[in-house]
Each structure stands twice: as structure tokens, then as C-alpha cells.
């Protein structure tokens, strides 16, 4: 399933295979009366030695049920099903799980307590972006919008299940997640179809190596999705975690702005999360992003923060507070607009991206909102990156893809700048707006190290001749967004 | 006196006259013998008609005793010295006090609650520089230094009365302010020549109208000057009273960083504030500049806020706190130094000044911390100015020349920007690091409004054609650092 964009087929009671965190789709044939998307649970109970997993399946229409499998072992895996209706209870069958396609790495977790990997132990450093409604935009935006996404610097992005109705987001997408339409939707019964065009998109970022970061709910709607009844609400849960959490990629993000959805209760937030922590067979990462007040990130099945604010400088603060990797997906975008979180230049949201990496947090707040004659705005839509932050995100990417990156944490040197590290092995400070032609680096007295100045907006490294150790005064070109990187010779 | 660099001089028992503001040195023959500094108490009371002022003399040396009078209202007024000596005491005279003289408006006070103003009534809008050191210099440098002023765009500068110990600033004054030499100071006995040289720099800082805010102690120091004793410390500040009050520019502002002096206490503090309210005849400004911590404000003798800070889009929050004028004396330099405190860029130099502006603040926060060959950078020793602010410092205080500065406070409007208005007439949005190319004007329904578009860094004014009112949609030129004003038409 690597490289496909559409699952493998195997029938019910029968062989099948795949690779490892690629997924198989078992079809079964199952009753179609009445309404199986509320009234049918079914899934399958994989097992391997002594090991088991319990995957839910869904209902896909037409009488067709399906489970969808990623293995997260090799080997020889059985099962059998589960119903509430007997046609589709108490199958079996095997699935050979072989070696993991060449560069997949499995899904991400965290690597405690503040980095992340992905399954087979390789770190994981999430730059990335924000195109809320990209898929419920016409497909051939879609199409753009992957394309350039291949192209880019980002290995994550934020997107929403449900359409968005918000200032540049009007137009309605042409499939919705239940079936019915605008002022009649039966939020009991799912649009298979709806579904089938949203997968094709994880699968295609999946292909990509590129995180996708499912946004549950959120509050900018008219058609009723942030206001169901409770019930609805688990059941799109429900739902939701059979249909993609065999995608890798996937991550859980449970709300854009929870705190803005004045109907639900912080008791509706912990149960949703609880339900998803109970029911997905992968554990994929859980969080959920403030607009302004936080969740409380100390609860157990929050994997991260997901964090919206300017004040990136206090990564560090949030870090030590809920010890769990801190993730600044959204701290104002590039852009024009009229609003205040759509207008900062690229050179202040790389400045906010290098400050919230320096103090161990993840650069993943980029966002487009320059105005076109279309009215695309990435950040809503995707489409084309028009901005100057993108090629500087991807030098933010270089600059680390050699990096310690998950033994990097602040240290507190030179009480000038921030100081990322991995002691007595690399070091990074970094200036910000500052414009020193002098630096003092501190390095540790014992190793030499050898150092580079990075100038973080010309995209330009420069190696000081010879190596370096305990304290050093050098000059430095007296610009801004200067980093200066120290790296202990072998 | 408004021209001349040294005061006029009269006899005792003699008619003398000097203009409003400017002042007279009345100078009288008394004891050399021992100590006449700390053992000598003298001074003049000045009558006009029903008001008092007592005015503080000094020795300056050689048996000549010397009382300086700056009158603050126009009349004959009469006075009869007072001693602890009998040669000193009880002889009369009187002072003709003519009109001002052109563009000589008086010492500068506040205008209640958030504004400063001078003694005749003009506005008085804060834009100010920080030298500390210039007249520790050599008299050449100093002159550059006057030059420099001249043509440059501030009202207001920072300076020490005592030499400075720092980076930077390691070389010995010519003078110092007490006799002997370092090592063997007498603390008891001042260096008139020192006194001299002092006060005609405070003089031609006068006559270019620029504030002398005379830095009264500092920890910076190798000589004892932060260490003497309280009784050491009460002489001085009533010879610097006697001698400088009578220049109009002067503000006391009792430290720089006082709160990096660790052998005084909150109780030093207030006695120093106490001694010099009781003290100055003219009641010049008081305040006290902090590193971190805030001296409390509060207190009754404190005239405004001296902050150093770089959060200073919290200036609205110390405003409404203490309710008096908030000046930003130090918000980080604009210069290449390895230090944190000395190298921003010019434009977040000048970021900060707007946004201290915009909140109802004074943009007094120059300083350069530019490197060269001669080791004179300007915040430590004056000379030339090499940076990109202060020709925008100078854009900034014509931009607010013809505001209605002291009814100036900041708006809650329109949610993205700060806003700087009096209500109905004047307002102003300023952009900072945003960059909207579509902006969202709110001005009241009534009345008519002309609309500029300043671009603060590029330093341009553009009107919009036309008149405005209510709610107005236009473009911007998508850049940052964009005010815009609108002025309603009379």
C-alpha cells in the first residue's frame, strides 16, 4: 500500500497479505436494511502469538461492511469477526503481515517526553502547515493542492473533516459526510462517497510522508456538524476511527479552537477523547488546539500540545508544565487579510517557527492568506503557497534533518539567547531580531566543536574555519535570524 | 539665559533681572575654612506677593557661595538669603523676572493623568535618546556629541551625573564629581570645575529645547559612587539640587536600573525621592528607571513611569495601573553588540517605539550600540549616530506634532490593532509586524474624517481621497509598520 492510493482487496475467510503500517480492506456482505451505520458494531479481533487487536469496521453502503488492517508486526496474523448481526459475526481469516515498504517508517508517536518517532524508532521532526477545507474544495484544487504539497517543505498539515463556514470559506463542498443536504442532513447515516474522495487525500499525503492531521471538530459551521446531539457525536466518532485510523499518517486532532465551541462541555471533550483512546487499534497521536484557553494537556490521553499563540518564546514554560511535546501549529499566518492571525510577514513567522524550535517546541504554524483573484487562500483551500516562508521552512527542515533532534532540549548559556542542545554534542543559539557582529558562544571546555553560522532568512550556512571549545568571541554578519550551530567533532 | 551658555550674574543686596525660565546666579562671599560644602547651609527665599520659594545655594569654591534662581512667574520678586553662618545670612535683593523669551516654554511637568506638558501650557510629546556617559567624555567629543543633538530629532536625553563603569565605558572622565582622584575621593567635598564642565552641556541642551534627564545614581561604577554612605549620599543630592535646578530641562531620574543596586533599599529609595521633593523649588520630574523589577510607582513623589521593558505593548496595562504618564526609556538598543540589550534592528527598534506610542506611551527608547574603530558607541559616550531609527524617530514625533497629543489614550476598536484616539477627532491604527493589504477602518458614524496612510518605516504619507465615517473597507499597501490616521475635518 505504499504506493497505491487505494486499499487491497481480500474476501472473507481467505489469505491475504500486506506490508507492514500498509493496511489491507477485508469486504464482507452484511444486511443493508434499515440504517447499518447506527444500528450495526462489527469489526474484526486480529491476532499474532500473544497479541490482539481489535479493529473496528464500518459500514460502507450496499450492503458491503469493511475492516481495514494495518499491521504494526510482521507475521502471520488470524482473525475473526464480531457483529451485532450474525451475518457478519464469527469469520475468519489470515492476513501475512511482510516487511515494510522501503522509507515507511510506521505511524508517529512520542518519543517521551517531548519528541516524536515514528513506529520503527525513527525521529520524527513535524514542519508543517494549515489548509482547513482543502478537501472540501473542487478536486481539481485538490490535485493542485497535493502536487504542490509533494513539491513543499512540510511533512504535516492540519485539515478538517467537516467543511468550514468562516471569511473565505463559503463556497459548499460537493460531497458531505452524511448523507442528506443542507437544512436535512441525517446525522445517523454516512455519504460513503463523501468518504471515499477524503481518504484518497490521506492516502495521497500518506504516499508522501506527510502527516495528516484530522481535525474532528470545530466551531465555524451552518449545517449543524458542531452541534449534534451526543450520541451523534460518538457515532461520527465511531465512524471516523474505523474508516481511517488504518491510515498511518493520520492523527487525531479533536477540535481547531475547542474553547470556542460554546455547546460542548470540557466533560464532552475528555469523553470524546476517551472514546477514541478505547477504540483505536493504532493509538494514533491525540490532541486538541485552543484558540485561547487551553485544554488541560495533563490528562492522560493527550499525547501533545497543539498549540495556537504569538507568544512562541513560552514554549519552554508549556514544555516543563505538561511535560509532552509541544506543537505550535497555528501563531498567526503570512498574509494580507484584513485579521490580525492572517497577516504577519514571512520574515516574523519564520522568526516565531525558529523560536518556538530553539525552546524545544515543533514549527509546524505555517499558513498562506495572501489575496488572489480566486479567493484561494491556502490556509483555507490549498491551492499554490504564494508566500516567502515556504523555502524557509524546508532550510528549517535541512538545517535539522542531520540534528539530535529527539536528545535536543533548551539549556539555559550565555543568558543572551535561546539555547537548544544536546550537551557536550551540538548547540544552537539563535537571534532573532537581534543584529549582533559579535557573539560570545559558550561551548563546553572538553571536545572541539566545528561551527556554522546559518543566516535563517538568506538561507545561507557559512563554516568558521578550525574548531572551537569553552568560550569563543567571533563575529557574525550583523543581520537578524542569525543561528549559530555547534557540532562536537567525532 | 535662553541663549547663553553661562548664567548672568549679580551682586548681592544688587537689582538683577533674568527672563521667566531662564535663571540668575546671585554669588556672595563667604567661609573657605574646613569644609564649607558639608558644613555650610545656605540658600535664598524668593518673594512675589503672597508666594515663597526657597531656593538651596552651593559652595563652589574659593569662599564664593552662589544661589541660582529660576523664576517661574514674572514680577519683582525679592529675596533674603539664609545660613548657618552669619557672613552668609540675611542679606536681601530683588529679581525682576521679564517675560520669556521666544520659544521658551518652561520646565516640562505632567498633565494629569497620562501626559506631560510645559509650564506655559504647550503640549510636551517625549522623544528621547540615551547617552549616558557623553560628559564623561573628552570637551571635543562632547561638542560632536551637542552637534549631533542639534540636528537630530530628540527632545529628551538620558545621562549620568556620575562616570560609568561598563562595557564599553572604561575610560576616566577628564573630571570627577567630588575632589581627589580614584582611590581617595573625599565624598564630602565637590569638584566645582567637574560642576562647570556639567552644567553648560545641561545648558546647550536647554537652549536646543532636549530634556536633561540627569541620571542620579547608577550601579555601574568602580570609583564608590553606588556605595557611599546615606549621609554621603543626602550631601550630593542637595549640591546637585542647588546647583542644577535652576535649569529648566532638567528631570531627576534617581537611577538607572535601581534595582541592580543591592546595597540600597526601597527605603533609600523613598528618602532620596523625599529629600528631593522637599528640596527642589521648581519640582522637576521624578522618577526611577528599573532593569526588572518596578520601583512602586504609586508612590505620591513619583511624577511618571521610567521603564525599561520589551513587552511594550503592555505600556495600556501600566497606565491604567498607575495611572501617570509611562515613558519607555530603554526597550533594547537599536545596534551589533554581543548583548541582548544592545542589538536590535532599526525596525524593531522603531516596531516598539509605535506600539509604545500606539498604547498611550513615550517613544523614548533610542540608543545605538553600533560598533567602530574609535570604540564610541553612542549610548555610552554620544558622537555620532550611525543607525537607521533616528531619522524615523524624527518621522514619528512630526507625525505627532500637530495631534492633539495630551488627549491622546488608547481605544478599544476594531479588535486586530492598537488604537490611539480622542474620541470623535483623532485616531490612529498602526499595523506593527502585520502586513494587511485590505483594512477594516472603524470611525464614528458622525462626522467626516480625512483618512492617511503612514508608512512608518519608508516614511510616507499618503491621503486617501475623500472623507470617511462609520465603517470603511480600503487597501493597504501590504507592508508592516503602517499607521493609519484619521483626522475628523472641523
Known sequence: MAKATLPAKATAKKQGSTALWDFIEIEFKGPSARNPFAEVKFGATFKLGARELKVPGFYDGNGVYKVRFMPDQTGDWTYTTYATVSALAGQTGAVTATDAAKGVHGPVTVHPPY????????????????????????????????EILKKGPFNKIRMCVFPKDYTYNKNEPEEYVYE?????????????????????????????????????FHPYDRWGFATMSAAQDDLYLEYLVARISAYRNVWWSFANEWDLMKEKTTADWDRYFKIVHAIDP???LRSVHNCRAFYDHNKAWVHHLSVQHSDVERVDEWRTQYKKPVVIDECCYEGEIQHNWGNITGEELMRRMWETTMRGGYPTGHGETYLNPDDVLWWAKGGILRGTSPVRFQFLRDVFADAPVNELSPEKLGRMYPVLAKKDAWY???????????????????????????????????????????????????????????????
Open 115 to 146: 519528541w516524536f518517532q515514528y513506529a520503527d524508532g525513527t525521529p520524527f521532526f513535524p514542519v508543517g502547515t494549515t489548509a482547513y477545507a482543502w478537501t472540501h474544495q473542487p478536486s481539481k484544487l485538490q490535485d493542485k493542492t497535493v
Open 180 to 216: 442528506g443536504k443542507p437544512g436535512s442532513f441525517d446525522f445517523t447515516r454516512f455519504n460513503p462517497k463523501y468518504w471515499a474522495a477524503f481518504e484518497k487525500r490521506i492516502a495521497q499525503l500518506r504516499d508522501l510522508n506527510i502527516e495528516a492531521d484530522i481535525i474532528i
Open 282 to 284: 493504532y493509538q494514533h
Open 428 to 490: 544552537m543559539y539563535y537571534t532573532g531580531v537581534r543584529q549582533p557582529s559579535i557573539f560570545d558562544l559558550e561551548l563546553p571546555s572538553e571536545g572541539e566543536y566545528v561551527v556554522d553560522i546559518i543566516d535563517t532568512w538568506n538561507m545561507k550556512i557559512d563554516r568558521l574555519k578550525g574548531t572551537f571549545s569553552g568560550m569563543t568571541r567571533f563575529e557574525l554578519p550583523g543581520k537578524p535570524w542569525i543561528a549559530i550551530r555547534a557540532v562536537r567533532k567525532k
